[in-house]
């Protein structure tokens, strides 16, 4: 199995700051690489896919970049409803590997 | 506007089968793949599996064999079946549409829409 590491595993920051996470494969995925947010008690949301193709209705604050086997989910402008644990996914090669999560906390 | 909604059984008792059926709603069911994934306490998201309706499902081997995953065109539903389970299955299951963007390049997929989760719990 392909095996997804972000980090940092959890951050503060403050509304407004510039945010950014990062996403190591264990091995080349190309840009077969999606990111989601999960609100607490929510089911999780796909903010984008092939690495940087933000998917429709998502805040354009939010951008993914990277191929082969680092990526980076960055937001421009933190916003109040951006508090949440955020997933990268890979699906490069079944069976489909997140990552461990990133938990943005308010500072 | 395509819908996912997963229902089942919130109890189940350790050694016996998990069953959970998702149901779509607002599209057909024929032309994605569904997935299932679950999120355990404490942890964080595993894929269990997805199936296409002129496919063969595919599973995670993680779960060594203890998985079904099957689909109804008749009913615009598909379902999970887990045997065995202990206190380890504990979790929120969800059902996601595994939609795929097909480019010269390569057939990209991604789990756009999903239903709220379903916690289910192993107990006796």
């Known amino acids: 199995d392909i095996q997804m590491t972000q980090s940092p595993s959890s951050l503060s920051a403050s509304v407004g700051d510039r945010v950014t996470i990062t996403c190591r494969a264990s091995?080349?995925?190309?840009?077969?690489l999606n990111w989601y947010q999960e609100r607490p008690g929510k089911a999780p949301n796909l903010l984008i896919y092939a690495a940087s193709t933000l998917q429709s209705g998502v805040p354009s604050r939010f951008s993914g970049s990277g191929s082969g086997t680092d990526f980076t989910l960055t937001i421009s402008s933190l916003q109040p409803e951006d508090f949440a644990t955020y997933y990268c996914?890979?699906?490069?090669?079944?069976?489909?590997?997140f990552g461990q999560g990133t938990k943005v906390e308010i500072k | 506007q395509v819908q996912v909604q997963g229902s089942g059984p919130r109890l189940v008792k350790p050694s016996e089968t998990l069953s959970l059926t998702c149901t779509v709603s607002g599209d057909s069911i024929s032309p994605y793949y569904w997935s299932w994934i679950r999120k355990a306490p404490g942890q964080g998201l595993e894929w269990i599996g997805h199936i296409h309706y002129s496919l063969s499902p595919k599973e995670n081997p993680s779960f060594k064999s203890r998985v079904t995953i099957s689909i109804d065109r008749s009913t615009n539903q598909f379902s999970l079946k887990l045997r065995s389970v202990t206190a380890a299955d504990t979790a929120v299951y969800y059902c996601?549409?595994?939609?795929?963007?097909?480019?010269?390049?390569?057939?990209?997929?991604?789990?756009?829409?999903w239903g709220n989760g379903t916690t289910v719990t192993v107990s006796s």
């Open positions: 996914q890979q699906s490069h090669s079944k069976p489909w590997t």
């Open positions: 996601a549409r595994d939609a795929t963007l097909v480019t010269p390049l390569g057939s990209y997929y991604y789990m756009d829409v």
């Open positions: 091995q080349n995925i190309g840009n077969y």
